[in-house]
């Protein structure tokens, strides 16, 4: 099947004798056995539901739809982008081990990285990737996970997967990568021999900025351990949570073409218009698009920041990104507030940086919103 027709025809859905078209929510923390053979068919893998946490149909279907999407074998859905990340990690690394990560990654997930793995005694060195050579002298014997994301927040850098993969399998490491910004239409890294993938399903996966969520995907054997984690800290999804997202994912394809789109034309607008010093969007992602998120940097001596949000109208300051609205976030004041001035030069973050995430509305529309802004942001 094609990725259109997949993505809405995706994995395997709960049967009941009730044929709804769409699976209903199973809002309910449990499940029930009529007899302790019908129990035991449970521990047998004969089908049914236990307990919400261990498993759930809307929960499994999340899982199922995304892993079917990246082509991956298996899938699980959990309580938020973060909780993907954490639990990915915890599959395949404990106290004494290592990561590493590059220094552009977002900055929720350092945090999870550097301060929270830290603490159960899993060390971390944040590197540039973009050359192998400075990836391979911060690999430690005791390195176990390479951790990176498809497309960096908010400079845009598309990682180079192929090379990331490389030097996993030369040193035995296990592959993580965040997909949340490419999406499984514009990269698989999977196929390029990725072992883990997540998603912070709150952005496209999601795609309507209603639901917090994220999905882990991977192969059987590295699925085990990471549901494994999923049930024994918790971290699953709610039905409901799960239920929207499985939702919003049938317009995956046609909202991230369109978003794609939208942003290639309104970097393309941007382009030279005054006031704008630098712009960043990715142009080797897929021939499909390059993602939905523009970033430009403007020139604070030229234009002044708050006149600008403030002169954007119906494009709202919101610190996330991919729903159909067009969107903006300010880093510095957001994702990027806690990084010291040295730390945020290091990483080439600015006072004039704002991150665009284009929406499904008429392209001219959202050109015309930001070029006026700029106008009437100029001093
Ligand atoms: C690339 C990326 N990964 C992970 C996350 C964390 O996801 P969540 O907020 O769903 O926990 C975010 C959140 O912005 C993100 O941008």
């Not at 859905?13 to 035991?40: G, M, N, R």
């Not at 915890?90 to 990560?101: E, P, Q, W, Y």
């Not at 399998?169 to 890294?189: G, M, R, V, W």
Request: hydrophobic share 40%; glycine share 8%; with cysteine.
């Amino acid at each position: 099947m094609e990725f259109y027709t997949k993505n809405v025809h995706y994995g395997k859905k709960v049967a009941t004798p009730i044929k709804s078209k769409v699976t209903p929510i199973y809002q309910s923390s449990a499940f029930t056995f009529a007899s302790l053979q019908e129990l035991e068919g449970f521990y047998e893998g004969k089908g049914n539901f236990l307990y919400s946490r261990v498993g759930n149909p809307n929960t499994d279907e999340l899982g199922q739809a995304v892993a079917a999407l990246e082509g991956a074998e298996q899938g699980v859905a959990t309580s938020s982008g973060l909780s993907a990340i954490l639990v990915s990690i915890l599959a395949v690394a404990s106290t004494g081990d290592h990561v590493i990560a590059p220094v552009d990654l977002y900055g929720g997930t350092y945090q999870l990285i550097a301060k929270e793995l830290k603490d159960v005694g899993i060390e971390s060195t944040f590197v540039p990737f973009e050359s192998k050579h400075t990836i391979l002298e911060a690999i430690k014997p005791n390195t176990r996970v390479i951790y990176s994301e498809s497309v960096t927040n908010p400079l845009l850098r598309v990682e180079n997967i192929d090379q990331l993969v490389e030097v996993a399998k030369e040193y035995k490491l296990i592959s993580i990568i965040d997909n949340t910004f490419a999406t499984p239409l514009l990269c698989k890294p999977i196929n390029k021999g990725v072992d883990l993938i997540i998603h912070s399903a709150t952005k496209y996966i999601g795609g309507h900025s209603d639901v917090t969520a994220g999905v882990v995907v991977g192969n059987k054997s590295l699925m085990e351990k990471v549901n494994q984690k999923v049930v024994n800290l918790g971290t699953n999804l709610s039905p409901f949570e799960s239920w929207l997202a499985c939702r919003g994912i049938k317009t995956l394809s046609i909202r991230m073409e369109k978003q794609a789109q939208n942003a290639k034309a309104l970097a393309e607008a941007l382009v030279g218009v005054k006031g704008v010093k630098q712009l960043f969007y990715p142009s080797t992602l897929s021939s499909l698009g390059n993602g939905a998120i523009v970033t430009i940097e403007l020139d604070t001596e030229l234009c002044r920041m708050e006149s600008f949000f403030e002169s954007l109208e119906w494009i709202k300051i919101v610190p996330t990104l991919a729903g159909v609205e067009t969107t903006v976030s300010y880093p510095i004041a957001t994702s990027h507030r806690a990084l010291s001035e040295d730390d945020l030069k290091k990483l080439g973050i600015t006072r004039g940086m704002v991150r665009i995430s284009a929406g499904i509305e008429h392209d001219q529309d959202i050109i015309k919103a930001f070029k006026e802004a700029i106008i009437k942001s100029l001093i």
